[in-house]
Structure formats: structure tokens, C-alpha cells
């Protein structure tokens, strides 16, 4: 069985930096593709930013030049560089993974989130 293990949530203020990340935990020979997704209270999950085991990457607009993706093929791990962070980044960020059994049957599996709080 896979986990997703979650880090680097924490307070910051407007305008400043998060590095999270986001590494798997158990039996898997690869990943398909990893994401960040974002919920606040009240309020959708929506995708924040995702990349493949290629590294093909995917932003959501509203963070399109102050997010940076990245993984590390070796370690099957995925970061979220966030800088020039606002207030309406406040939430609750979850990692997310698909990936491939040994049956040859993809799954997927969510991690239980880090909070994220941006004060102004």
C-alpha cells in the first residue's frame, strides 16, 4: 500500500515563500503523475499545479508564474515552490498520485493535506 507523505505547510505572510512536499510511502515501482490540489473552507477542491513522470508540467491560472512544480524521479518526490504568496492562498494543500501497480492496474491515492495560511 502507498501514502503519501505531506510537508512544509505552515503560516507565512503576504508576499512571502512555502516549499512543500510530497513523497510516497510503501511498495511502488513508479509514478504517473503527481499534483497539488488546494481546498478551503467552504469552498471546491480545485488543482493547484501537476507534473508527469516526463515532466510535463500543468498550472492552475491563479498561480501561473509564482508556483513552480518539480519532481525527483529517483525519489518519486514532488515539490511545490510558492512564492509571492496572497491571502487567497490560504487552504489546505493535498498531494495526489496515480500510479502503477505490479498487477499493471493504475491507482491513485490522496495524502491528508497540509494547511497552508497566508496572512495579510
Known amino acids: 500500500q502507498v501514502q503519501l507523505v505531506e510537508s512544509g505547510g505552515g503560516l507565512v505572510q503576504a508576499g512571502g515563500s512555502l516549499r512543500l512536499s510530497c513523497a510516497p510511502s510503501?511498495?511502488?515501482?513508479?509514478?504517473?503523475?503527481m499534483g497539488w490540489y488546494r481546498q478551503a473552507p467552504g469552498k471546491q477542491r480545485e488543482l493547484v499545479a501537476s507534473i508527469t513522470n516526463r515532466g510535463r508540467v500543468n498550472y492552475a491560472d491563479s498561480v501561473k508564474g509564482r508556483f513552480t512544480i518539480s519532481g525527483d524521479n529517483a525519489r518519486n518526490t514532488v515539490h511545490l515552490q510558492m512564492n509571492s504568496l496572497k491571502p487567497e492562498d490560504t487552504a489546505l494543500y493535498y498531494c495526489?498520485?496515480?500510479?502503477?501497480?505490479?498487477?499493471?492496474?493504475?491507482?491513485?491515492?490522496w495524502g491528508q493535506g497540509t494547511l497552508v495560511t497566508v496572512s495579510s
Open positions: 510503501g511498495s511502488t515501482f513508479s509514478i504517473n503523475t
Open positions: 495526489h498520485a496515480n500510479y502503477p501497480t505490479t498487477t499493471g492496474r493504475n491507482q491513485e491515492v
